[in-house]
């Protein structure tokens, strides 16, 4: 159902009052809360209401971390596979924690040390690794500038994208071009 004005106030006020007997879906993230929770309001046209929680997820919509509509807590293992799906599926925005934290709804530091503490690495660290693999496919694979590729995976400060790709593969990314594109021949 389309949200109506009554709901959205609700949704707005994190208002109690509504928890139980409706809860929201947000079809951007996916993600599905009560109308008390504390996360940041999303854009009207993206919510879609449900009056069961059973209904919203047959639809798909995985519970919010947050306020957890399920009543139990997803576990950290698969939270942290949740994190790792949005990371694929937005590689090629500029992604911040911020962003990230909202999108896998939870605080900053505690996606930072749940993803660290069970995926042994940091989230930008999987984003980077992410973001260099399919770097390293189109530069062998395309004929596209660093630039254009840099900015493809949401890495627009280029000489920082250098400096990584470097960190990573020891050449700069034009140098792991011909290297590699020559050898093939
Ligand atoms: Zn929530």
Known sequence: ????????????????????IFWYAVKSTKIFCRP???SRLPKKENIKTYYTKEDAVHDG?????RCQPLGKSVSD?????????ILLQN????????ELSYLARGSESHLRHTYKAVAGITPQKRLMDIRL??????????D????????GVGMENVG?????????YGDSPLQFRLKNTNSAK
């Open 144 to 151: 596209f500038t660093v630039k254009e590729i840099a900015e």
């Open 91 to 98: 590689f090629w925005q500029r992604l911040t924690l911020e």
């Open 1 to 20: 159902m389309t949200v109506t004005d009554t709901e959205y106030q609700a949704i707005k006020n994190n208002d109690k009052r509504y928890d139980n």
């Open 36 to 38: 008390s929770c504390l």
């Open 133 to 142: 693999n399919i770097v390293k496919k189109k530069l062998l694979e395309t």
């Open 160 to 168: 920082y994208f250098i400096r990584k790709f470097r960190e990573y």
């Open 61 to 65: 919509y995985r519970p919010c971390k």
């Open 77 to 85: 293992e698969e939270w942290v596979k949740e994190i790792d799906t």
